[in-house]
Nanobody, 118 residues
């Protein structure tokens, strides 16, 4: 069973930056390249929503609310996906989850808390 390990959350002031990481502890490189990678978030009292995705071909998509502020990327050598978050706003607060999906599997990270507050 694969394990996704997230890191990088924390408390930041509005306008600040954070970088989240999600590493697949056991995945081999060839399987990593087959994955659609995604970040989701869930704010208190709200449903989980997609933030950013990068598919197996490298096509990237963002939620409208983060477009231009967030950047998703991947490093196959480290089996890791990143989310660079700039110009953070209070409404970005929530638990961020990473997701690796293919025709053979779906894995979720444990979640990392991001709090944007002054």
């Amino acid at each position: 069973q694969e394990q996704l390990v997230e890191s990088g959350g924390g408390l930041v002031q509005p306008g600040g930056s954070l970088r989240l990481s999600c590493r697949a502890a056991r995945m081999i490189t060839s399987v990593f390249w087959q994955q659609r990678l995604a970040w989701y978030r869930q704010a208190p009292g709200k449903q989980r929503e997609m933030v950013a995705t990068i598919d197996a071909r490298g096509n990237i998509d963002y939620a409208e609310s983060v477009n231009g502020r967030f950047t998703v990327s991947r490093d196959a050598s480290r089996k890791t996906m990143y989310l660079q978050m700039n110009n953070l706003k209070a409404e970005d607060t929530g638990v961020y989850y990473c997701n690796f999906f293919s025709s053979h599997n779906e894995y979720w990270g444990q979640g990392t808390q991001v709090t944007v507050s002054s």
